[in-house]
């Protein structure tokens, strides 16, 4: 089993910044890949960006240029830096994990960019 603990979610202005973080617990050094995945209202969750232990990464082309993913596997964490934030960034961001085959999924952290 695996426990994902989300932070780092707020409130920012377009173009602003906002960094969140994953620490994951309980099997956590057999997970492979973690990534980030996001939900606007009245919208299916999509991908934002994921990482493999070896640090490949893979990001949606609409966050291309302008976050990052990175990950600690000393610490189990995976972070997500968002920069130039725009309006439509605006979502629920969960972190995503796989173990065994399967997808384990935080409790998610608000992102709201506005004016």
């Known amino acids: 089993q695996v426990q994902l603990v989300e932070s780092g979610g707020g409130s920012v202005q377009p173009g602003g910044s906002l960094m969140l973080s994953c620490a994951a617990s309980?099997?956590?050094?057999?997970?492979?890949?973690m990534g980030w995945y996001r939900q606007a209202p009245g919208k299916q969750r999509e991908l934002v960006a994921t990482i493999a232990r070896g640090g490949s990464t893979n990001y949606a082309d609409y966050v291309k240029g302008r976050f990052t993913i990175s990950r600690d596997n000393a610490k189990n964490t995976v972070y997500l830096q968002m920069n130039s934030l725009k309006p439509e960034d605006t979502a629920v961001y969960y972190c995503?994990?796989?173990?065994?085959?399967?997808?384990?999924w935080g409790q998610g952290t608000q992102v709201s960019v506005s004016a």
């Open positions: 995503g994990a796989v173990f065994v085959g399967n997808w384990y």
């Open positions: 309980g099997s956590a050094s057999r997970i492979d890949p």
